[in-house]
């Protein structure tokens, strides 16, 4: 079975642009979440997806938005970029079958805003 | 307000020992709780979880203890081994479809 797979790996955009960062879930998880890892932050959760439908949302800013797609896969954009969004991106999909199962991360995207 | 506390940044430990990583929880509706290791440049890595009805789970050499009392839970690795080496995280989650809330992270260094 394939893993998580997120693109691009690395990405290096001007402040006030915007980006966009592609996720594919593992096949046949349904549940897509989005984190930003920041140097002594930890993962900050940003919000999750289910079946096309925003699930769960942290608290980030409107600039920060995502979709579902119905094959699962997952998009996530910032709008006018700030430098304080470079960060790592976190992909994460899970089955969300009966009972709790664990999340399963991609690589990441490297976000770096100059 | 940080649900889920890492409080040692940083826990250096010789080859062989026993490392034990600690974590703080604030939600009393926490349930389920995972750890995750984190190596440089790729994504977390599920480790090991435990649910509240239990307070111990073995998988080789990590074991997981959790103490809903004090609200606290913790990751022994016996032996360690340099391969160890990486940034592990405490996550909780609470019933029903919510997201997993991780602390910020412990960096392990196993010196040979």
């Known amino acids: 079975k394939a893993g998580v797979t997120q693109t691009p790996r690395y990405l290096i955009k001007t402040r006030g642009q915007q980006v966009t960062l592609s996720c594919s879930p593992i096949?046949?998880?349904?549940?897509v979440s989005w984190y930003q890892q920041t140097p002594g932050q930890g993962l900050q959760f940003l919000f999750e997806y289910f079946s096309e439908t925003q699930r769960n949302k942290g608290n980030f800013p409107g600039r920060f938005s995502g979709r579902q797609f119905s094959n699962s896969r997952s998009e996530m954009n910032v709008s006018t970029l700030e430098l304080g969004d470079s960060a790592l991106y976190l992909c994460a999909s899970k089955s969300d079958l009966q009972g709790y199962t664990e999340a399963f991360f991609g690589q990441g995207t490297r976000l770096t805003v100059v | 307000d940080q649900q889920v506390k890492q409080n040692s940044p940083s826990l250096s430990v010789q080859e062989g020992r026993i490392s034990i990583l600690n974590c703080d929880y604030t939600?009393?509706?926490?349930?389920?709780f995972l750890w995750y290791k984190k190596y440089p440049a790729e994504g977390p890595t599920f480790l090991i979880s435990?649910?509240?009805?239990?307070d111990k789970n073995e998988d080789g050499r990590f074991t997981v203890f959790l103490n809903k009392s004090a609200k606290h839970l913790s990751l022994h690795i016996v032996p360690s081994q340099p391969g160890d080496s990486a940034v592990y995280f405490c996550?909780?989650?609470?019933?029903?479809?919510?997201?997993?809330?991780f602390g910020k992270g412990t960096r392990l260094s196993v010196i040979a």
């Open positions: 096949s046949g998880h349904r549940s």
């Open positions: 939600n009393s509706m926490f349930d389920y």
């Open positions: 996550a909780a989650s609470a019933p029903g479809n919510t997201p997993l809330v």
């Open positions: 435990i649910s509240s009805i239990k």
